[in-house]
């Protein structure tokens, strides 16, 4: 109250004459009450159901499906996204999903996911290589005053790593067992309709970027319970936030947290004609309080990625025959769905005879949220027009 005395009063003797001060006073007190319950009015914040704290970088993605922005550090929506992108889909890995339909919901929760792994137990010590599969999906988007292109990928993939003293190394980058993606391009802003649909086969997409066999150095006082946050900070950003969240560990990572306004360019681009600004790329890892303390791969649950691209240069700008950048986004998850001790002998198998995988009838699991129902809908209007 103190403060905004102060700043009416140095506004006051700054504009006006003493003689219509007493007026001015009124007239300016109530324009800033005004100018107060608009800059207060009710904006929305996601946080996690249980323990009330923010949610930041929530995947947000609008009313066509396609990924727009995260989710603040506090967990509020930024307010820059347009109400035409109504209603929103907020994914945060580990929650099941939230729909917003409108800009200025206050305060509202995300429930914790049931989904949780089966239990694994080691009976031999010779059985020192951990196996996993995972259903991964991932949501792209490319833009530009073009077009727009989407295309949503499902993958079945495999791991093979090794734990305590094995000496067999494993293989620690996913391995596609089996993939299908479904893609539209609509070549005209002015026209609503897809101009074309495809499905394909096989193939690969930048799964490969989650590193699960990493160390995740858990700080002591999320792994002793003091605490249910920690935040370790970049050079501008919060580099490292720690989080409990029922029966989950959840762990962020920024990346870019040590760049200025989130922007990373590779300079040697510039030598070939073309320029790349890297604007996020964030990963979430979501561990089960499981048989082994701490985070480690063998409580592995699930994981995100947020990575966003802006493409321009006079050679790119050429080879897309456009004169916009180009947005490029990717979001993705992954959910561990199967994961056994396995010897050495059995791994090198597994690794010459791959198992077979049919993902396009793959059933998920229970509790592994579905994806936004514009995806659904793609899904199925890609499917119709093959069967066409």
Request: charged fraction near 25%; hydrophobic fraction near 35%.
């Amino acid at each position: 109250m103190r403060a905004y005395r102060e700043t009416k009063n140095k506004l006051m003797k700054s504009i006006f004459p003493n003689k219509i001060q007493l007026i001015a006073s009124k007239l300016l007190t109530l324009v800033l009450i005004l100018s107060a319950c608009f800059n207060l009015q009710a904006v929305t914040k996601i946080t996690d159901a249980e323990t009330g704290q923010p949610l930041p970088k929530a995947s947000i993605f609008d009313k066509n499906g396609v990924f727009i922005t995260v989710s603040e550090d506090d967990g509020s929506i930024p307010s820059n996204i347009s109400s035409a992108s109504y209603p929103l889909s907020v994914r945060y890995v580990g929650y099941i999903p939230l729909t917003l339909n409108s800009p200025d919901l206050g305060i509202v929760t995300m429930e914790e996911s049931t989904y949780t792994l089966p239990e694994i137990v080691i009976d031999d010590v010779s059985r020192n290589i951990l196996y996993l599969q995972a259903y991964v999906r991932e949501y792209f988007t490319g833009d530009n005053a073009k077009d727009t292109l989407a295309i949503y990928t499902e993958q079945i993939v495999d791991y093979a790593i090794p734990v305590g003293k094995a000496k067999y190394k494993g293989w620690k980058k996913p391995r596609v067992l089996s993939q299908i993606e479904y893609k539209y391009k609509k070549l005209d802003r002015k026209d609503s309709s897809i101009d074309t649909l495809m499905m394909n086969e096989g193939g690969k997409m930048r799964s490969t970027n989650f590193n699960i066999a990493q160390k995740f150095q858990m700080p002591e006082c999320i792994l002793s319970g003091d605490s249910t946050e920690y935040v370790k900070y970049g050079k501008y950003y919060p580099e490292e936030r720690w989080s409990v969240a029922g029966n989950y560990y959840i762990f962020e990572n920024d990346e870019l947290a040590d760049k200025k306004e989130h922007n990373f360019q590779p300079g040697f681009l510039k030598l070939l004609g073309m320029s790349m600004a890297q604007t996020m790329c964030d990963y979430k890892y979501i561990f089960e309080k499981g048989q082994k303390p701490g985070a480690n791969v063998e409580n592995l649950v699930a994981a995100s990625e947020n990575f966003d691209l802006i493409m321009k240069g006079k050679a790119f700008k050429k080879a897309t025959e456009q004169n916009d950048d180009t947005v490029l986004s990717f979001f993705t998850e992954m959910f561990v769905i199967y994961r056994a001790y396995i010897s050495a002998d059995e791994a090198k198998e597994l690794k010459k005879d791959a198992p077979v995988v049919d993902i396009k009838n793959f059933k998920v699991p229970e509790g592994i949220p579905a994806p936004p129902d514009e995806v659904v809908s793609l899904k199925a209007a890609v499917l119709e027009s093959i069967e066409k």
